[in-house]
């Protein structure tokens, strides 16, 4: 008997923005019967004015960030190991290639010491999967959610984080196993069927 059968499985999903993360967990819930972790977004107070000026207020909106993920990945730590399995749409990680990207040399300094003191405290997910996407896919899947804060969102921004994401997992070295999807022609939101196949694969990748 595989004495992992019996454990709860913690996947999470990670990728660039509108790329189908909280999309691609929710349908995967019920497979898993799994609880849901989501990103909290719209909580964060600098975020607005991030997007309208950037320089000016990427420390502060990725301190928040981090902060906030950091306490919902601690609870995470407090869970039986027999409870229900567990399906983030975010991990950790992206908050390290999010602040590369938009910190100064001197924030990014401060705010690495912050980061490595707080990623050993939190637990790894047995399946990581990394998605990505065209970047006009990107765009139109941004623009069809209408969030208010994206609605003039820049393309030049979101070119350089998908950039950022893919040269992160073109060397990823990590030890979870890592599942890398192109979202660009898969579609989970009317069809079941790529949803059963990405589940197949997880499983399979978590030794199930």
Known sequence: MNPNASRALYVAVE????????TL????????QARLVLEVVEENPFLARFYEDRDRY?????????????????????????????????????????ARLTLRDDELMLYERV?????TQILQPDVLIYL???HDVLLSRIRKRDRPF??????DYLASLSDAYRHHFAHYAGRVPLLALDTSDIDYVTSEEPIDRIYDEVLRLAGR
């Open 15 to 22: 990728g660039p923005i509108g790329v189908g993360k909280t």
């Open 25 to 32: 967990v929710q349908g995967l819930k019920k497979r898993l």
């Open 58 to 98: 990427a420390f502060q909106t990725q301190l928040f960030f981090l902060m906030s993920r950091f306490r919902q990945q601690q609870e995470l730590l407090q869970a039986d190991l027999f409870s229900p399995s567990t399906l983030a749409d975010y991990h950790l990680l992206k908050d390290r290639i999010f």
């Open 115 to 119: 980061y490595t003191s707080l990623e």
């Open 132 to 134: 990505n996407a065209r």
């Open 150 to 155: 994206e609605r003039d969102f820049d393309g």
